[in-house]
C-alpha cells in the first residue's frame, strides 16, 4: 500500500509526508525481503553523514550558496513549492545525496534539548513523546536545513521522508 504523500514522492522524488509507523512497515518488510536488517539513522549518524568529514553549517561551508540545495530561500527552481528529483544537487564528499533540504528525516531518536559535556547519551533518550527529524525540506528557511538543525515531531502525528542504514548482519530466519 503507498503511503497518502499526496502523491509528492513519486518518481525520482523523494518519499514524504509518512508517518513513523508506515516507515516501520516498510523498513519491517524490507529486512525480511532483502535479508539484511533496514532501520532509520540514529540522529548523531544522520549528522555524521551530512556533515561529511566538515564542520561547517552545510557540507560545502557555512553559507547557503544558491542552487546548492532545495529549500525556501535556495534559489532552485522547486524552491518553496516542491521537492526535486534525487540526486539532482550535488552529493557530499561522502558521495551521500540530499542531505540538506528537499525532504526532512525522520531519525531513530528521542527528543531531547542537547545537554554538553561527557555525561551526554549519544544514543539519545530511552522514550519520549517527539522524535527527532533533521535535514529540513523544500519550504523550509536556509537556517533549517543546516546539518546541526534538529526538530521534534509527534510519531502518531508527524510526517516527513526517510533514509534508511543497512545494517551489515543477516536477519534471523533468512539466507
Keep these: 500500500k503507498k503511503p497518502f504523500d499526496r502523491d509528492w514522492g513519486r518518481g525520482r522524488r523523494p518519499v514524504h509526508t509518512v508517518t513513523l509507523a508506515e516507515i516501520e512497515g516498510y523498513l519491517a518488510w524490507l ?14 549518524e544522520w549528522e555524521y ?13 557555512n553559507v547557503m ?3 546548492e ?13 516542491q521537492s526535486a528529483p534525487v540526486g539532482t544537487f550535488k552529493p557530499n ?3 551521500i545525496y540530499d ?10 531518536d528521542w527528543f531531547a534539548e542537547y545537554q554538553a559535556g561527557p555525561q551526554r547519551n549519544p ?5 519520549g513523546s517527539e522524535k527527532v527529524v533533521r535535514g529540513g525540506n523544500w519550504n523550509a528557511d536556509a537556517i533549517s536545513v543546516r546539518s546541526g538543525h534538529r526538530q521534534a515531531l509527534q510519531p502518531e502525528f508527524g510526517r516527513a521522508g526517510f533514509r534508511v542504514v543497512m545494517e551489515r548482519v543477516a536477519v534471523a530466519g533468512t539466507p
Design 31 to 44: 529486512s525480511a525481503k532483502t535479508g539484511h536488517r533496514y532501520r532509520l539513522p540514529s540522529e548523531e
Design 49 to 61: 553523514a551530512a556533515r561529511a568529514g566538515t564542520t561547517t553549517d552545510y557540507w560545502f561551508g
Design 65 to 67: 550558496i544558491a542552487g
Design 69 to 81: 540545495v532545495n529549500c525556501r530561500d535556495c534559489a532552485t527552481e522547486w524552491s518553496n513549492i
Design 93 to 95: 564528499p561522502w558521495g
Design 99 to 108: 542531505m540538506h533540504g528537499n525532504a526532512a528525516e525522520w531519525t531513530a
Design 123 to 127: 544514543e539519545g533518550p530511552a522514550e
